[in-house]
Antibody, heavy 110, light 107 residues
Framework: QLVESGGGVVQPGTSLRLSCSAS????????MHWVRQAPRGGLEWVSF????????RYADSVKDRFTISRDNSKSSLFLDMNSLRAEDTAVYFC?????WGQGTLVTVSS | DIQMTQSPSSLSASVGDRVTITCQAS??????LNWYQQKPGKAPKLLIY???SLHIGVPSRFSGSGSGTHFTFTISSLQPEDTATYFC?????????FGQGTTLQIK
């Protein structure tokens, strides 16, 4: 099971940290992703971190603003989002692409 | 980056019908393709991985085929609970990209 938290309504230019708590599977063995879905409905891959955190990748749309990290001792995944823009408004899912959380809504609005 | 073109964007079919959705990749992705079902307010649910492998617990009426650049997703006999949006996702190399989605409705 994956459970996201940390979403909310924030102003443009501010920061937010999303968390994802994993249970029921060996989290430390799996690469993990963040995927978002904007209100218009399309899915966008955002970021990936390898099982041990040694590899991190980002979509061009969030590169240099978002940082993915994990704490395997706590079976947790994180997404630090800085310099947020209106176009970052979306439901953010954590996933290993077979298991998905229920998502957390981030709204960037003044 | 690899682009995924999914069609149709929407379709309406009757219970018992055979339904087909296609995804075209801009480059050869071998069989690195997943298919997902998403219902409103819910997370995507994996149905097919590696283009044709049925994920555990998924009914056998769902199937996938294809390799390289052309992929097909089929529901052999449409059921009322299959009303949803379906997405393809290539997993060949990062960045992964999704198809635009197909909204399936029951007539």
């Amino acid at each position: 099971q994956l459970v996201e938290s940390g979403g909310g309504v924030v102003q443009p230019g501010t920061s937010l940290r999303l968390s994802c708590s994993a249970s029921g599977f060996p989290f430390s063995n799996y690469g993990m992703h963040w995927v978002r879905q904007a209100p218009r409905g399309g899915l966008e891959w955002v970021s990936f971190i390898s099982f041990d955190g040694s590899e991190r990748r980002y979509a061009d749309s969030v590169k240099d603003r978002f940082t993915i990290s994990r704490d395997n001792s706590k079976s947790s995944l994180f997404l630090d989002m800085n310099s947020l823009r209106a176009e970052d408004t979306a439901v953010y899912f954590c996933a290993d692409l077979s298991r998905w959380g229920q998502g957390t809504l981030v709204t960037v609005s003044s | 980056d690899i682009q995924m073109t999914q069609s149709p964007s929407s379709l309406s079919a009757s219970v018992g019908d055979r339904v087909t959705i296609t995804c075209q990749a801009s480059h050869d992705i071998s069989n690195f393709l997943n298919w997902y079902q998403q219902k409103p307010g819910k997370a995507p649910k994996l149905l097919i991985y590696d283009a044709s492998s049925l994920h555990i617990g998924v009914p056998s009426r769902f199937s996938g085929s294809g390799s390289g650049t052309h992929f097909t997703f089929t529901i052999s006999s449409l059921q009322p609970e299959d009303t949803a949006t379906y997405f393809c996702l290539h997993t060949d190399d990062l960045p992964y990209t999704f198809g635009q989605g197909t909204t399936l409705q029951i007539k």
